[in-house]
């Protein structure tokens, strides 16, 4: 303090302010005792943020603590989870065999297949109707006077969505010949002897 260039006055408010435990004064007048004019500030300042802060440390209000972000609480936000069917028949096989066995692979090959079959029966049936709803739209068209403008385009379409149906029916009627002659070997061998 000796070596900055300060007067007595300046000295005396400094060491008054740290005898008190205050903040040393942003300004501080060489010759006077008076003090400046507080400027009133252009917002009052938020609750969570004291004025000034003091150099003695004190506890904070309870409105102060509330304001701030210590009592909000994180959302909750879920995550993926495992699938517990898997896992149980995964740990039954590795205590049972004594090594994890692949055998989920094979029920879900099961499964898709099983998928597939619904999704052709569900694709016939949409074939269906999308073939009654073009013959709907032809009748419209043809009512309102424009059925030779969209009847060759109408009447491809259908025929196409017919050549995709009998295509699922060799399908399905092969399948049906395969499911039948393992199910019933000797039933047709007889019938060839006679």
Known sequence: MEESKLTSFQRRCLMECLERGDALPLQCHPTSSRQPAPVPPASSPPLCQPSRLSAKPHLRPAKVCQAGDAYTREKFKPQARRDLEREKQRLQNILA??????????????????????????????????????????????????GKKYQRIILTEISQKMREMEIIDKKRSEEVRETMTKDFPAGNKSDSHD
Do not use: P, S, Y
Request: hydrophobic share 40%; no cysteine; charged share 40%.
């Open 97 to 146: 065999t004594g090594k994890d066995v692949v055998e989920h692979q094979v029920k879900q090959a099961l499964v898709q297949t099983k998928e597939e079959e619904i999704a052709e029966i569900d694709r016939f049936e949409e074939l269906v109707n999308e073939v009654r709803e073009r013959q709907e739209f032809l009748a419209e068209m043809e009512a309102l006077g424009q």
